[in-house]
């Protein structure tokens, strides 16, 4: 096998796969389960997940976000306004709107922020999710102040109205695909780019690449996939309310995305599922789970780098090696499966 | 003219606290090059063990504070030293350190006090009035306590050998360590330095204002804010800085209502960060 010929299989990558057709599979929780209980499980976990993805794409060149409730209230607000106000209730264009205006938003705000980086990025994320909140109380005519908006209609797919619970677990699904297969596309597409940028930016830069586009570009992107993550929330509330878009929920999606595993697509679902499920063990004594966050985070970062699924990658590789060895096979089987190298 | 000074006498003991709170955040972003997410938590553990100690063990006020202090510096020190200290050169893996320490920490104490805020009140009551404007003695006790802490730190970080030792590592880690100077030793005192200043804040304040197991969050908010606006690492930035800031929301809040002048605090912030990030007076302390 001519190991400079990579299968599409192989380029894509076995994550992006992976990930993108678990999600497509949750299609199948609204046609075959009936407990609200799952739907709403599933909902939280698939809101979760395309708001780590966000988290995921930044992570890509080494810079940790905590504007993702800044975008996912754009998103968020702009479905909800467009709803109340104009009467626009397609879910497409609602998802388009709910993706282009945060990324619209992001781009003269990448061109000052993105110029920081590591502890400074941090902080001025940070800031600007306090902003956010600030914002939507001072504004009571446009974003309903410290009411929120209620009432938004109920989205509909080509004139059919998506109302039960049925209709809006499919909606959020869609909208999670879309984000992972944006997602996807771009962390594929510009492999190579964003890991030179997180390996070394300066040299990335003399080496001829404009470090800039790519930097905007993924930070664009990841204010898109936040605000289809708010158009995903507001419509399970059926409200949009400041609430949602607190500014320490961003360290939730941090959470997801880094227990689960930065390195892979599939570390932001594996982290946002299990860790959803976790709270969603301690019931009514929810801000325990915070506990549990805290605890996975600190251990996570001691003693397994790559969270969830880099550790348990680097099991089957170790454990693929011996194997291979033993039957003096001429290519190494982590290779092989992973495209990546 | 009385609401002025009445005002203005508000927002400098308001600023006093800020300082206290924002010293220790920049004395850990200075020497360590570690952001403390985790510092709004070291605040609510100390009004949580002075609330402790006054009720349940019946101490005096002012012991219980110092008890606190002592306590949040304890777990500080212990915390750099067996958690943070080995990876204390990884900016992003240390935030993650003290983030999942912040989450840990406000839910023990969720768990151990409930999420009820307890009656926890200042010893002391009364106003002092005089030409016309009042304030109140509890606040004046608060401001002297604050800063006779902000000198006793500036002298010890300025004038003492154990500061000057923690400067040297802030200015050039290898070199200091070459020179003799122990970074395991010194981190973890510095860190502990940093988390009892905020305790001894806590210890103080949450009588005056509250005490429930969430009030770090708005504390670290103004933390960032004061230290931004300093210049990250920078100890006399930090105290100019959190005396414009508490000015500034005891005036807004007076003058203008809600959260206006917040807004305006946190969008000055914003563009200051990304004009100049060293800050209103400071060079920068560590590259951005």
């Known amino acids: 096998m001519n190991p400079y010929r990579s299968t599409l299989f192989q380029r894509i990558g076995f994550g992006e796969t992976l990930t993108v057709a678990l999600i497509a599979l949750t299609f199948l929780v609204p046609a ?13 976990v698939l809101v979760a997940s395309t708001a780590a993805f966000s988290v995921y794409i930044m992570l890509r060149m080494n810079l940790l976000t905590f504007a993702v409730p800044t ?12 709803g109340l106000r104009f009467g626009v209730t397609d879910v497409v264009l609602l998802a388009a709107l709910a993706f282009v205006v945060p990324a619209l938003f992001a781009l003269p705000l990448g061109a000052l922020v993105l110029r920081l980086r590591g502890v400074y990025f941090v902080l001025v994320t ?42 809006v677990l499919e909606v959020t699904i869609g909208l999670a695909l879309v984000a992972a297969l944006v997602t996807a596309a771009l962390t594929v597409r510009f492999r190579q780019h964003f890991a030179a940028i997180e390996e070394n930016e300066l040299l ?13 570009l993924g930070f664009v992107v990841a204010a898109g996939v936040s605000g289809l993550a708010g158009f995903a929330l507001v419509n399970m509330l059926l409200m949009a309310h400041p609430s949602s878009f607190n500014p320490l929920s961003s360290v939730n999606y941090i959470a997801y995305a880094i227990i689960g595993g930065k390195g892979s697509m599939l570390g932001p679902v594996v982290g946002a599922t299990v860790l959803v499920f ?12 915070q506990f549990l966050f805290g605890f996975l985070l600190v251990t996570v970062v001691l003693v397994a780098r790559d969270g969830i ?26 290779v092989a499966s992973e495209g990546r190298s | 003219m009385e609401g002025l000074v009445a005002t203005g006498l508000i927002g400098i003991s308001l600023g006093a606290q800020y300082a206290l709170l924002a010293l220790g955040f920049t004395l850990i972003f200075g020497i360590l090059g570690v952001v403390n997410f985790a510092h709004g938590g070291f605040y609510v553990l100390g009004g949580y063990i002075a609330y402790a100690t006054t009720t349940h063990l019946g101490a005096p006020y002012p012991v219980a504070v110092v008890i606190a202090a002592l306590g949040t510096a304890g777990l500080g020190y212990v915390f750099e030293r067996f958690l943070l200290e080995r990876l204390v050169d990884d900016h992003l893996a240390t935030l993650m350190l003290t983030l999942g320490l912040y989450l840990m920490m ?3 104490i969720l768990v151990v006090f409930g999420p009820e805020s307890p009656s926890f009140e200042f010893p002391i009551t009364g106003v002092l009035r005089g030409g016309g404007f009042y304030f109140p003695l509890q606040n004046l006790i608060v401001l002297a306590v604050c800063i006779v802490a902000i000198v006793t730190l500036y002298w010890l970080v300025y004038h003492t050998d154990f500061g000057r030792a923690l400067r040297a590592l802030a200015d050039d880690r290898a070199v200091a360590a070459a020179q003799g100077l122990r970074p395991k030793l010194l981190f973890p005192l510095a860190f502990a330095l940093a988390t009892g200043l905020a305790g001894l804040t806590g210890a103080l304040v949450t009588p005056i204002l509250s005490l429930a197991p969430h009030i770090g969050d708005p504390v670290l908010a103004t933390s960032f804010l004061i230290v931004i606006l300093g210049g990250l690492g920078s100890v006399g930035g930090a105290t100019v800085a959190a005396f414009i800031v508490g000015l500034i929301e005891a005036y807004s809040a007076v003058y203008l209502g809600g959260s206006k002048g917040a807004l305006a605090l ?12 060293s800050g209103l007076f400071g060079r920068e302390a560590r590259g951005a």
């Open chain 1, 204 to 216: 990335a830069q003399s080496l001829g690449l404009v470090v800039w586009h790519y930097k905007a």
């Open chain 2, 266 to 277: 946190f969008t000055l912030v914003l563009l200051m960060l990304v004009i100049r990030p």
């Open chain 1, 32 to 44: 075959f389960a009936t407990n609200p209980i799952v739907f709403s499980v599933t909902n939280q």
């Open chain 1, 278 to 289: 976790a709270s969603d063990l301690f019931a009514i004594k929810g801000e325990y789970s």
């Open chain 1, 126 to 167: 940070f800031v600007l999710t306090e902003i956010t909140q600030l914002v939507l109380f001072e504004t009571p005519g446009l974003s309903g102040g410290s009411n929120g908006l209620v009432g938004i209609p109920i989205v509909t797919f080509f004139g059919i109205p998506l109302a039960d619970n049925r209709a």
């Open chain 2, 106 to 108: 406000s839910s023990g």
């Open chain 1, 309 to 334: 699924v880099g550790t348990i990658r680097r099991w089957i590789c170790r454990s693929a090696r011996t194997s291979s060895e033993d039957r003096k096979a001429a290519v190494p089987l982590a």
């Open chain 1, 71 to 82: 975008f996912m209230a754009l998103g968020g607000y702009t479905v909800a306004i467009f």
